[in-house]
């Protein structure tokens, strides 16, 4: 089996019985993947011939020819297997099962062999060249010009070259991606032994914490807590883009192009989302360098020297900053001397936030401006600014980094190998840009035991399948997620018209090992939202490793739609969130979580944001622990409401949970060990008593009147039935958490967004008065706990407090007349019933197993009952934590 892959002995225990999917009503569904064996069996290996028999001496090359070998000789009656035999299987097509003539068919590893789907070409030792062994007339040669610079003896030393042009390699393209750009697949990776190398980079590495500052390059660091050298930083942003606090509704950035950020325009029209071409062509980055860059004006090689000709196409921004260009798109540079400069630099990292990546790419550079091309998502700001230069050919020194030249079609690859050597090691270029497994409308396949890697998109994506079982699989290299369970809409995250489409149902993926991934592990799309219909897939017993190397929001495991679950999984060491919650009735239980949220600000391990309508979603007996920066174990952002936290280990954070302005958050019978608080808030009161719309107000709204509101003529509206059907079964009790308590949240039938009484459009700065009599005044708005603008019903209760702090209130004041706001003013349960042993010992807390006895400080301060409950439900046995000598053996990996 593939290293890494065993998981404790539950998960053995599971991987050997026949899975079940239970539905919203308690039946179970019939066992997923246990009939292999019983129908027409087919064999493959990589030395078979596709026009064989498909028997076992006699078999097929390909697990294509399998697959057709079987194509509607199958069902649930009579499951086929296609029975792979060890070795590797080199795809240049994604595999493709689609509908009923495909389903039913179980494609396994034969008998525990080491079976690897690639999409990998490989590099072999004998199309190496060794930089320094090449004559001047071979270095002469066109395809080779760039080798110039690599100008010093320390540059050159130890760097092989490898021509993919004349191998027939397609050498791919670098892409702008980013938070909230549409994903485009990466550009190839090249791997070595299984590892992925580093495209080379200024500067080197990815392991600076705190005030360290060696592997980046920052503006002033302030927001970083670094001593920033003033590396990049941002002239004339005032005269470029406007004040920074109008910069989301200037209409200058791209962020402020999408249609949340429009809704107070006076024309209709001007109110849609840009295309993302026209976003792209907005007003670029400029830098001033400054620094470690001016040190031998090291910048100067990573672009030509040239002031870019401007191409202004007129649109402006809105209101006051009508006269702010931002259709301001640089020409390409063109002639570049690819002898003397870069051709096709990034700056890729943090640029207008500490929670969203993004790149542009340099264009050229005049005195110590540095011009880009792209414009960054976010107003660029000098106290965030975060990045690497990257894909810089003149940067190429240090082992493990490479650099593919594809200026003018010279398509050469230049690496500098551990050692010095390319022989004896098993190279080979990501270059494949499909899924490896693509099923579409089928029911009941299984893929078992198989090795699946390299692919510039995803291992696994399912559209419309039914009772898929993905077990004991690796997943590993690439460039976007292991597993898509469904598909997203082209929309971004923050707008109320994104979901997931085609998720299908029952689908299951267990017992895996997904790690490497320049994206994220398990998409778990599913269930109908207007509906409530669950979806009810899952990823159970898995170990997700290393992943959102390029992209951030790409967690672990997405949860969208209904009735989904991530459960009993190990996930750690991401730079980024673990798990988002888009949706309802959905469960993130029994976890460990370690290792996460490194490199990135305002965010949580588990996040969930802006939708006052994802109910019924639980995050329980979870372990928690080396939580990065100042973020949360569980992040509730933008008014989302009816959230359930209960029963988690939270240790070594800053912080355990964070309620942002939402309604009926409960957090209880949770323990923090050396965290410096349980919790903290915000609430929308922050911007002042005339501080409307409040902020994202747009979107909340919008998603509160998709299912909970009928609002005639609103884009976003649902229908009395969706009303009705939200009220009975949010109100009804029957729907149940994990211990069986109710999903109740009656109190929808009261909540409101504050409008004028006479139009019914939503409360404004210009109708708001303290006294007012429209409908718009302090008791309405920012007062009655039934306004979606006020936090109540939340609840923090009953927390073990070991080595850390207490919950910080948020508070917000209000003159004419006075009041002060905390989030217990509405809510008499926050921060209520502590126990705070000095020590684990005297809590009587057992890390090792998560259980309590009976006899410390935390059984006389709650009681036996409490313990027992808490060791019946959060036994380490229950939670997704591998055992000392698993753990012993990922560390060593």
Known sequence: MHAGRTLRGLAAAAAAAAMVATTA????????????????????????DDTAAGTKDAPLRTIEAGRDALAGRTSAARPGTVEIRGGEYVLDDAIDLEGKANSWVTYRAYGGEDVRVTGAHELPADGWQRLSELDAQELAAPA??????????????????????????????????????????????LVVDGETQTLAEYPNGDGCTGADDGCYLYGNGAKWKVDGQGDLTQPDLVDRFGEENDWAVSGTTPRAQFEDKKQQLDDPAQRDTWSQDEMRAMTPPLYEVGGRLLDGDRYQRWAPEAVPTIEDRGTRGFGEYADVPVQADPAWIDDIDNTRYETEGW???????????????????????????????????????????????????????????????????????????????????????????????????????????????????????????????????VSMDAVRIGETTESITALPDYETVRGGHDNVVRNSYLHDLGGGGVLLGGGDRSTLERGNNVARNNEIARFSQLATYTPAGYLYGVGNSFEKNYVHDAPHMAVQIMGNDMKVNGNYFADLVTNAGDQGVVYTGRDYTYLGNEVAYNFFERIGGSNDAFYMDDGVSGM?????VVKDA???????????????????????RTGHDQLYHRNGERGLPVANGWVVQSRFNAFLDVREGEKYSATPEDVARWHEHYTDGKARYSDGTKILVPEIDDWYVPRVAATGVDCRAADYAPDATNGCDRATVWENPDS???????????SVIIGGGEYEFGQSSFADPDATYRLDTWSDRINTNLSKPASVEAAGLDLATLTFSPRGEVAKAFGRDWVATWNRLVSLDDVGRPGQDVREASTSR
């Open 25 to 48: 009503g308690g039946a179970v569904a019939a066992p997923l993947g246990s009939a292999a064996g019983r129908g027409p069996v087919v064999y493959v290996a990589p030395d078979g």
């Open 144 to 189: 080779l010009s760039s080798n110039a610079r690599l100008d010093t003896p320390e540059l050159r030393d130890g760097v092989w070259v490898y021509d993919l042009g004349a191998a027939g390699v397609d050498p791919g393209t670098l892409y702008k991606n980013g938070f909230n750009w549409l994903p485009q697949p990466f550009a190839p990776e």
């Open 347 to 477: 700056l890729s990292g943090y640029l207008g936030n500490n929670y969203a990546n993004d790149m542009v790419r340099m264009l050229s550079w005049s005195g110590t401006t540095m011009y880009a091309k792209y414009p960054s998502m976010y107003w660029p700001r000098d106290d965030y600014t975060k990045v690497k230069a990257v894909n810089v050919l003149s940067e190429l020194d240090a082992e493990g980094e490479y650099y593919i030249d594809r200026y003018d079609d010279n398509d050469v690859l230049y690496f500098k190998p551990a050692g010095d050597a390319v022989a004896g090691k098993q190279i080979t270029l990501r270059a494949f840009d499909d899924n490896l497994f693509r099923l579409e409308g089928t029911t009941g396949v299984t893929i078992r035991g198989l090795s699946l890697s390299d692919s510039l998109v995803s291992g696994v994506q399912l559209l419309d399948a039914e009772r898929t079982l993905i077990d004991d699989v690796e997943i590993s290299n």
């Open 644 to 648: 359930r936290f209960h029963h988690n």
């Open 654 to 676: 800053h912080s355990g949970v964070f309620f942002q302005s939402g309604h009926s958050n409960t957090a209880t019978d949770n323990v923090f060990v050396d965290v410096d």
């Open 788 to 798: 979606l603008y006020v936090p109540a019903r939340n609840v923090l209760d009953r």
